[in-house]
């Protein structure tokens, strides 16, 4: 059974840092591409960024290009995603999901995904 689980998330000012963590379990990470997505209150749920674990390629929203960084630790069976110089809009629930064979952080396109955590940038 694919399991994902976000950590990392919490309150920080704009301008500031976080490393989120998504940890899979239930799966070979190196068979999958592992995306992240957020969802701020009354907004539809947006890709964030996607990495396929096989060959390394990383795709990027442009609000967060030059920002956000996606990695992945196979040993450890986790993708990170480092935001640097977070703004007050980054605010949101950030989710990460795994599908097979995606290269693009669309939601419609994943089918297991984590529960989520909070990322509060405050101004």
């Known amino acids: 059974e694919v399991q994902l689980v976000e950590s990392g998330g919490g309150l920080v000012q704009a301008g500031g840092s976080l490393r989120l963590s998504c940890a899979a379990s239930g799966f070979f990470l190196d068979e999958y591409s592992i995306g992240w997505f957020r969802q701020a209150p009354g907004k539809e749920r947006e890709g964030v960024s996607c990495i396929t674990i096989s060959d390394g390629s990383t795709t990027y929203a442009n609000s967060v290009k030059g920002r956000f960084t996606i990695s992945s630790d196979n040993a450890e069976n986790t993708v990170y995603l480092k935001m640097n110089s977070l703004k007050p809009e980054d605010t949101a629930v950030y989710y990460c999901?795994?599908?097979?064979?995606?290269?693009?952080?669309?939601?419609?396109?994943?089918?297991?995904w984590g529960q989520g955590t909070q990322v509060t940038v405050s101004s």
């Open positions: 999901a795994a599908e097979k064979g995606v290269r693009y952080p669309i939601p419609q396109l994943f089918d297991s």
